[in-house]
């Protein structure tokens, strides 16, 4: 008889160490206990088992089925109306990055390189 890897001999040696620990009145308790413990590990295992079952068939199922997407196509009117709006807005932007960087700007750019790339000497 071969139970978890525990054979005969091994499962008679710690029936007799519980035996002394417990002692021969609280040792029916302690496997009562130990029972009840196992089977409600048991159950819960086999609702795992159930709810993991259940939601695989119902993710394969989903997979299964048809993807259905429903593709809604802009307004034909709208479109040279947004396009032109596009256009002014980076025009506008362009101008105002135009506006935005002068040869002083540059200079003082050139000047922080300068200065960060010399080592000090303090």
Known sequence: MNVF????????????????VFGPKKLPEVGRSLA????????????????????S?????T?????????EL??????PQDEAQAAETVAESEAD????????????AEEIVSDASTPSTK
């Open 74 to 79: 802009p307004d034909p009117k709208a479109l």
């Open 57 to 61: 068939a119902e993710l394969e199922k």
């Open 97 to 108: 990055t135009d506006e935005n960087s002068t040869p002083e700007a540059a200079v003082a």
């Open 63 to 71: 997979m299964k089925a048809p993807m259905k997407a429903e593709i």
């Open 36 to 55: 009840q413990a196992l089977g409600s590990f048991k159950k819960a295992q086999q609702e795992f088992e159930a709810e993991l079952k259940r939601e």
């Open 5 to 20: 890897g525990i054979g005969l001999p091994e499962m008679a040696l710690i029936l007799v160490v519980a035996l002394l």
